[in-house]
């Protein structure tokens, strides 16, 4: 408490008031420490009652007694539930974090697809930890192995990858198993998602330093390991996915108008500027040796980096230096081919080629603030005109909007020119 100004006593008049002013003064102190350490106490509680309603979460099945005591473990490995061989201990000594928390009953909680671990990391050599050999560029698949990176119960141990399938929609992944949509040991049926096309190989595939943020093998990796997959129960999927279809676009009607097209019935196939395409669909798998030699760095700045500019989102790129593989959460890209697929890695035929970035504003809205979309349909027109005359012509298509810098910062940009 605090007296107010007319209330404030002369101590040399009164010192057995000013005596009790001063005790009332250190108990207001002690009072406003108490009050600090109360709400601090309370802020634990609350932070304690979030982890209890996740820990309750996974532990519910339909309805639990109340007050069945349960211990949830935060770890710093890799072990795998009811699997006595792993370990309960990180190499380097850390121990195990426990809190025991208290289940309530409850009949609107959906029974979760995760188990009672949070797994953060896991160590090169740990027990337990058996992933696939990764030797690549090897052209030889079976000696290759596959791409191994999802974290589901049966396949954790065997993961020779570090991030997540699907790139940035991986996100949304994790919210669909958050909210009880997908189990999170969901693996995708892929009865006759064959490619459209056979494609390769190619020499390239076998060389370290000409493929090193795509996986060559991506498009036929369920195939290639099948009894990998049904011998070993491990989640093996594609990063690449091959399609035919056909393309559309108002700009391409007036180009066979204006005589820039012709339509042949095979590549340009009527008058409305409707053409044949075969579509690659690509996320990116990086291989971090060679992408820290593209960028004439060590491998090991180029983890940190990766790590530490994600909000330490992947520790295994500090802890894992043996797993070489990232699928960072970034767009991938889409290779729009007109023509014979064969013919793009031909050396003998020609190539037009438009490597395009997205650009969400103009090539889809048409907004005027660029260009893009008429350098995306000149594009275009050229790849078409360069099929027909026996070459390759190939569009491809990056998700990466303004140069990789978002379209937060690219309006910004456009805000500061329109000033200047």
Request: a negative charge; proline letters at 7%.
């Amino acid at each position: 408490m605090a007296f107010p100004p007319s209330a404030q006593l002369d101590h040399s008049a009164f010192p057995l008031l000013a005596q009790i002013q001063s005790t009332l003064s250190r108990m207001q102190q002690d009072y406003q420490s108490l009050s600090a350490a109360v709400d601090t106490i309370n802020g634990r509680i609350n932070f304690l009652s979030s982890v209890k309603e996740l820990h309750d979460t996974v532990a519910i099945n339909t309805s639990v007694a109340v007050g069945t005591v349960k211990s949830s473990t935060l770890t710093s490995e890799n072990p795998q539930e009811d699997n006595p061989s792993i370990n309960g201990e990180a190499p380097d000594g850390g121990k195990h974090m426990v809190e025991h928390t208290e289940e309530s009953a409850s009949t609107s909680i959906r029974r979760p697809s995760t188990t009672s671990r949070i797994i953060l990391t896991t160590y090169p050599g740990q027990s337990g930890i058996d992933p696939f050999t990764m030797n690549w560029g090897d052209i030889d698949p079976i000696r290759r192995g596959p791409v191994v990176v999802s974290r589901n119960h049966s396949t954790l141990r065997r993961r020779n990858a570090i991030g997540a399938h699907g790139g940035s929609y991986s996100i949304y992944h994790a919210l669909a198993v958050a909210s009880k949509n997908l189990d999170v040991d969901h693996r995708p049926d892929f009865t006759d998602t064959e490619p459209a096309v056979n494609i390769g190989p190619f020499p390239q595939w076998a060389d370290t330093h000409k493929i090193v943020s795509m996986d060559p093998l991506g498009h036929l990796a369920p195939w290639l390991f099948r009894d990998v997959i049904k011998t070993e129960n491990v989640d093996i999927r594609p990063t690449i996915a091959i399609t035919k279809a056909h393309m559309k676009l108002p700009e391409l009607e007036e180009s066979v108008r204006a005589g820039r097209l012709v339509p042949d019935g095979r590549i340009c196939l009527n008058t409305s500027g409707e053409l044949a395409v075969t579509k690659f669909a690509v996320e990116p798998v990086w291989y971090l040796p060679g992408i820290a030699e593209r960028f004439g760095i060590d491998e090991g700045s180029l983890r940190r980096s990766l790590f530490e500019n994600t909000g330490g989102s992947f520790p295994e790129l500090i802890t894992r230096g043996d797993i070489k593989l990232f699928l960072p959460p970034i767009g991938g890209l889409t290779v729009y081919c007109f023509g014979d697929p064969a013919k793009m890695s031909d050396p003998n035929v020609r190539l037009a080629l438009r490597v395009h970035d997205e650009c969400n504003g103009s090539d889809v809205f048409g907004s005027d603030i660029c260009t893009c979309r008429p350098y995306l349909i000149f594009g275009v027109e050229e790849a078409v005109k360069e099929a027909q005359r026996g070459g390759s012509g190939v569009v491809i298509y990056f998700r990466k909007e303004g140069r990789a810098l978002g379209e937060v910062t690219k309006y910004l940009v456009y805000n500061a020119r329109k000033l200047d």
